[in-house]
């Protein structure tokens, strides 16, 4: 776990396109915060379960109160530095005790498929939220993922972990511990095999003269066809 401290450190330090917030990540957030402020819990305790540089966690804390725990010391360095009323914690939630108290509601964005032991990380997730508390998860689409294109690829050190899921594997992770309540994918995009006919630009243009852009991505999105997996998840009570 040393080595995936130390990668996620190198990345916040040098990557610094990385740290900017970007048309994908908004429009993620959004569909979070949508369903953050369905949920109508009144004051709710947030954990922010890899929250990065804590932009976030800033979102979020317009509904409650929020607390940011990331592996990486360096991304909760400009976490504190930029958002210092949110309280931040760095360390690995898979092997430090360094969460207590019950939170109303858990966030996770795209860290799932980059964390070794996936189980584990849902375990922790559950530990740490009251009965009847909520999970809402993103993880990159293996559907998508696989068919993106070698072009579409960054150039992560061989130390990174990358373990993408399609929503059954994600729906196995969480039956021992959750009640899966709501599934959806977002953001359509792939240029490999099928998906290079669904989203050529050719097609898409024709269609739509006849369907609404939007409600086309919709349809691509309730196929299964979006960039990230989203989950809505309720703790037992």
């Given at each position: 776990?040393?080595?995936?401290?130390?990668?996620?450190?190198?990345?916040?330090q040098?990557?610094?396109e990385r740290?900017?917030?970007?048309?994908?990540?908004?429009?993620?957030?959004?569909?979070?915060?949508?369903?953050?402020?369905?949920?109508?819990?009144?004051r709710?305790k947030?954990?922010?379960?890899?929250?990065?540089?804590?932009?976030?966690?800033?979102?979020?804390?317009?509904?409650g109160?929020?607390?940011?725990?990331?592996?990486s010391?360096?991304?909760?360095?400009?976490?504190?530095?930029?958002y210092?009323?949110?309280?931040?914690l760095?360390?690995?939630?898979?092997?430090?005790?360094?969460?207590?108290g019950?939170?109303?509601l858990?966030?996770s964005?795209?860290?799932?498929?980059?964390?070794?032991?996936?189980?584990?990380?849902?375990?922790?997730?559950?530990?740490?939220?009251?009965?009847?508390?909520?999970?809402?998860?993103?993880?990159?689409?293996?559907?998508?993922?696989?068919?993106?294109g070698?072009?579409s690829?960054?150039?992560?050190?061989?130390?990174?972990?990358?373990?993408?899921l399609?929503?059954?594997?994600?729906?196995?992770?969480l039956?021992?511990?959750?009640?899966?309540?709501?599934?959806?994918?977002?953001?359509?995009?792939g240029s490999?095999?099928?998906?290079?006919?669904?989203n050529?630009?050719?097609l898409?243009k024709?269609?739509?003269?006849?369907?609404?852009?939007?409600?086309?991505?919709?349809?691509?999105?309730?196929?299964?066809?979006?960039?990230?997996?989203?989950?809505?998840?309720?703790?037992a009570?």
């Amino acid at each position: 776990m040393d080595e995936q401290r130390r990668l996620w450190d190198w990345h916040w330090q040098h990557w610094r396109e990385r740290r900017a917030i970007n048309a994908l990540m908004l429009r993620r957030g959004q569909r979070v915060l949508t369903i953050v402020a369905s949920l109508a819990l009144e004051r709710p305790k947030i954990l922010d379960l890899g929250c990065g540089n804590g932009w976030f966690s800033q979102e979020l804390s317009r509904f409650g109160l929020v607390t940011g725990v990331d592996l990486s010391a360096e991304a909760i360095a400009m976490a504190e530095a930029s958002y210092p009323h949110i309280p931040f914690l760095a360390g690995n939630v898979l092997t430090d005790t360094i969460l207590s108290g019950h939170f109303d509601l858990v966030v996770s964005q795209e860290v799932l498929a980059h964390v070794d032991d996936q189980a584990r990380y849902l375990e922790v997730a559950a530990e740490v939220l009251r009965p009847g508390g909520y999970l809402i998860l993103t993880t990159a689409n293996k559907f998508v993922m696989d068919r993106l294109g070698a072009s579409s690829w960054d150039p992560w050190p061989r130390e990174h972990i990358a373990r993408f899921l399609d929503m059954r594997d994600v729906k196995r992770l969480l039956i021992p511990n959750f009640r899966v309540l709501r599934t959806s994918t977002f953001l359509p995009m792939g240029s490999a095999g099928v998906l290079r006919l669904i989203n050529s630009y050719k097609l898409n243009k024709v269609l739509s003269l006849l369907i609404p852009e939007r409600y086309l991505e919709t349809l691509k999105e309730r196929a299964g066809l979006g960039y990230s997996l989203l989950v809505l998840a309720q703790k037992a009570r």
